[in-house]
């Protein structure tokens, strides 16, 4: 996973999206206790921030050193890298002692893992029986429908990895093996919502932070092509405004605690 946004590191940072509030406070709500949370894969530290405002101690790991250059540094955020498959003597090192981790979070990068693997991790590390995991995607961003369609057909392209079905799919069919957190009958998906205010260049940044788009670049191919920006521009400013917009990124949430 790392080496697929190595190369855009600082676009990743710059262009990706933050995630609602709400998000963080229902998360926030279902464990007891808030000493430490823990991020996994998290890039640049884009849910890091926000946990740490909640949480009193967060540890933050990516397998890719690059993306953690470009990550905010706040005094309660401890940010490791880590090999991609950590042993439990590393775990422990790296990250945190058996069964003392009150959450764990993994936001838009949990497709990439390998789940049995990584559960184990998850399962050793939370506290026993109420630490939560919560692992969340967002889909693609919607503006007015002009742009949507344009965007759709701009997705529809063969640089995917086939992981990225399962955000396609709202992380619906991805194992989950965790036991609802209390008051839910599930482990979701749950549906949240981001907006953000974003000009077109700044939408531009966004597409080019895709693993699709950095992996048709090193074939040669440019996704965002003369002919494809001018008819972004077009449906862009169809409305008269060729300012900044409202843009909803749709997030979706598993969620679910560690029992017994």
């Known amino acids: 996973m790392a080496n697929l ?21 229902f998360i926030a709500s279902k464990t007891p206790e808030h000493d430490l949370a823990w991020d996994v894969g998290t890039g640049s530290g884009q849910a890091a921030r926000s946990l740490a405002e909640i949480y009193k101690s967060v540890i933050a790991t990516d397998t890719s050193p690059k993306q953690l250059e470009f990550a905010t540094k706040l005094p309660n955020i401890r940010y490791q890298h880590t090999s991609p498959v950590m042993s ?3 775990l422990e090192k790296k990250v945190a002692a058996e069964s ?3 959450l764990v979070t993994i936001a838009q990068a949990m497709h990439w893992f390998d789940l049995p693997v990584f559960y ?3 399962k050793w590390v939370l506290k026993k029986p109420h630490g939560v995991i919560a692992a969340w995607c967002y889909t693609t961003p919607e503006v007015n429908d002009s742009m949507d369609k344009i965007l759709q057909r701009f997705y529809q392209n063969p640089y995917w990895d086939p992981q990225r079905k399962l955000v396609d799919d709202k992380y619906i069919g991805i194992n989950f093996p965790f036991e609802p957190v209390d008051g839910a009958d599930s482990s979701g998906p749950f549906e949240f919502a981001n907006e953000r205010l974003m000009g077109l260049e ?6 080019r932070s895709w693993s699709a788009y950095q992996k048709a670049k090193e074939k040669g191919v440019e996704l965002l092509s003369e002919d494809v920006v001018e008819e972004f521009k077009r449906a ?3 409305d008269g405004n060729n300012g900044q917009k409202l ?6 949430l598993r969620i679910g605690k560690a029992g017994l």
């Open 88 to 90: 439990l003597v590393e």
């Open 120 to 122: 184990q991790k998850v």
């Open 247 to 252: 843009v909803k990124f749709p997030v979706y």
């Open 100 to 102: 003392s981790v009150d």
């Open 5 to 25: 946004f190595i190369k855009q590191a600082k676009q990743y940072a710059k262009g990706r999206p933050s995630y609602p509030p709400e998000l963080y406070q």
């Open 236 to 238: 862009w400013s169809e």
């Open 202 to 207: 700044d939408y531009f940044t966004y597409l």
